[in-house]
């Protein structure tokens, strides 16, 4: 005999995404995401939506005063039976008349006649979603602004800490471990200025009617969507742009890269971690459990989530661009894709940003170790350096053969590269001794690392200043 279990006809929370989740759920998402996106907060915006509308329509005469007034009045969930708009909704098949039905019949004195006066339905939910993408950017920028501030914080810091420059995973030069963080910076600033240039291009209005054409407003379409988009707080778009939706692609392709730069910042975080190399180190609390069988580890959990946020969030831009083709004037097979896509991309990106604030944050570099990781490489870092010095002799490419038979036979006889160089007979009297110490000291060859980390430092705080 079996224990009762739930089921799926018994279960009382059918909740089967990842950012639903009562136990999983803050890893993929954030409190702002889920507000923003929350199903029935959709519909009030829905509602708001129509409320402005009938509002701007009243001012412009083309419909009743009163009938503004009671659209307005009735335009809130409290006086909406949800249930209702449910059944209206199974029934008729429409992602929105069951709302428009239900809506109209808590209008006062046959004000719902007047509900929605030549508008379609995807003037109502394209602008809802505009709204919700302008939430979401709102809420990256304060993310965004902490972010920012912490790099430049760091960076500056470590504008002339001395660090191993790594290519193809392995050493290759000398930096300032000043310039990777200034990359970082960098990096992010470019997603801020793509942020505000996509805020002008996509978060604009959409009132124009069955097939574009805003005939339903009769001579007053362009002067209702002006005023419309105006009491929303958003901008006027040329034309409509039901199967044109570049708008929403920019975005979900937006916040995908803004995602992946803070997977990359993540994973290099977590790689410089490993205690093979011990530059950095993640916040850590007590209570924290890394394994259930081995009690002493403490993985790197927030980096490796904002490695998983980056790579979902990828993987919604291929399903926004197969929005992009829809047929003729209207299709709503675009408007469902973004459903699933605009939200899901702006859980994973806000979840990404808020987790790399975090790691950020509480992010300890080890100056000491990065020193010693600098030292057990120091003789290898140098053969760019020791080229270009016996180039000067022997003609750059020349030079390049020579230090590469010298560098790969130091690692046959596991010697190091000046004590093969030494034993070279018709090379080691074209350097003495002090220029080969100059040549092999790490912290003599770190180029422009330091103006190139204040250069990035300075546009941060340029940044920072003008928010």
């Known amino acids: 005999m079996t224990a009762d279990r739930p089921t799926t006809s018994t279960c009382r929370h059918p909740r089967g995404h990842i950012t639903d989740s009562r136990f999983y759920g803050d890893r993929f998402a954030t409190p702002a995401s889920r507000r923003i996106f929350c199903d029935i907060c959709r519909k009030q915006r829905w509602l708001d939506i129509e409320a402005a509308l009938a509002t701007v329509q009243a001012e412009l005469g083309m419909i009743p005063a009163a009938a503004a007034e009671g659209i307005v009045a009735a335009a809130k969930l409290e006086f909406i039976d949800l249930d209702a708009v449910e059944a209206e909704t199974n029934r008729t098949g429409h992602s929105l008349i069951g709302l428009l039905r239900v809506l109209q019949d808590a209008c006062p004195e046959g004000s719902g006649e007047f509900i929605h006066f030549g508008a379609t339905t995807q003037d109502i939910q394209d602008t809802g979603q505009v709204l919700e993408m302008r939430d979401v950017l709102d809420d990256l920028d304060t993310t965004l602004r902490a972010i920012v501030h912490r790099l430049v914080e760091l960076a500056e810091e470590h504008t002339e800490t001395v660090a191993v420059g790594r290519t193809h995973a392995r050493a290759a030069l000398p930096m300032a471990f000043g310039l990777k963080i200034a990359s970082w910076l960098d990096e ?30 009769g001579d007053l379409g362009l002067v209702l969507v002006e005023r419309f988009a105006d009491r929303l707080g958003i901008g006027v778009p040329t034309i409509g742009w039901h199967v044109a939706r570049d708008r929403v692609v920019d975005y979900v392709t937006t916040l995908a890269m803004l ?5 990359r910042i993540a994973e290099e ?50 399903v926004a661009y197969g929005a992009m083709v829809g047929d003729h004037e209207r299709d709503s097979r675009a408007l469902r894709v973004e459903w699933a896509c605009v939200p899901d991309v702006s859980h994973y990106c806000l979840a990404a940003c808020e987790i790399g604030r975090e790691i950020l944050e509480g992010l300890t570099v080890h100056p000491e170790r990065l020193s010693l990781n600098v030292r057990e490489v120091a003789d290898q870092i140098a053969s760019e350096r020791l080229m270009l010095a016996l180039g000067e002799h022997l003609g750059k490419q020349t030079a390049h053969e020579r230090v590469y038979e010298i560098s790969q036979r130091a690692f046959e006889v596991d010697s190091t590269i000046r004590e093969v160089f030494r034993e070279t007979e018709d090379l080691r009297d074209m350097l003495d001794d002090a220029t080969l110490d100059a040549i092999f000291n790490p912290s003599g060859y770190l180029g422009a690392s330091t103006a190139l980390t204040l250069r990035a430092v300075a546009e941060g705080r340029k940044w920072l200043s003008n928010r």
């Open 188 to 217: 992010v600033l470019r997603h801020v200025e793509r942020i505000a240039d996509l805020r002008n291009r996509a978060l604009v209005a959409q009132l124009f009617g069955g097939a574009g054409t805003m005939a339903g407003f």
């Open 259 to 263: 995602a992946g730069t803070m997977g």
């Open 269 to 318: 975080v977590r790689i410089l971690g490993r205690p093979e190399f011990g530059e950095v180190s993640e916040a850590w609390q007590y209570g924290k459990v890394g394994s259930s069988t081995m009690p002493h580890k403490r993985n790197p959990e927030r980096c490796e989530q904002t490695v998983v946020m980056a790579k979902l969030a990828a993987g919604q831009a291929a």
